[in-house]
Nanobody
Framework: QVQLAESGGGLVQAGGSLRLSCVAS????????MGWYRQAPGNQRRELVA???????SYLGPVKGRFTISRDNAKKTVYLQMDSLKPEDTAVYYC?????????WGRGTQVTVSS
């Protein structure tokens, strides 16, 4: 079994920064892609950014230029540096990882941006 644990969420003022972390643990052979999604109240979960084991990244939607994903393969950890946060970034942020060809999800961490 594989577990993903996110941390780093919280309350921040608009224009501020947060850094999310997600650690994978359990029975892990290889982790191909890792990524971050978010879900705001009343909306579907939406993919934000992903990173491969070779550190190739893909950014989607409104976070490009403000959010930066990185990965430490030795620590089985993916990070999301979020800068210039806006109230519309308020959501639950979920980590996703494809481990041994199976997709896993964390439980999410709340990010709230006040105006």
């Amino acid at each position: 079994q594989v577990q993903l644990a996110e941390s780093g969420g919280g309350l921040v003022q608009a224009g501020g920064s947060l850094r999310l972390s997600c650690v994978a643990s359990g029975s892990i052979g290889s982790i191909s892609s890792m990524g971050w999604y978010r879900q705001a109240p009343g909306n579907q979960r939406r993919e934000l950014v992903a990173i491969t084991s070779g550190s190739t990244t893909s950014y989607l939607g409104p976070v490009k230029g403000r959010f930066t994903i990185s990965r430490d393969n030795a620590k089985k950890t993916v990070y999301l540096q979020m800068d210039s946060l806006k109230p519309e970034d308020t959501a639950v942020y979920y980590c996703n990882a494809v481990v041994d060809w199976v997709s896993y999800w964390g439980r999410g961490t709340q990010v709230t941006v006040s105006s």
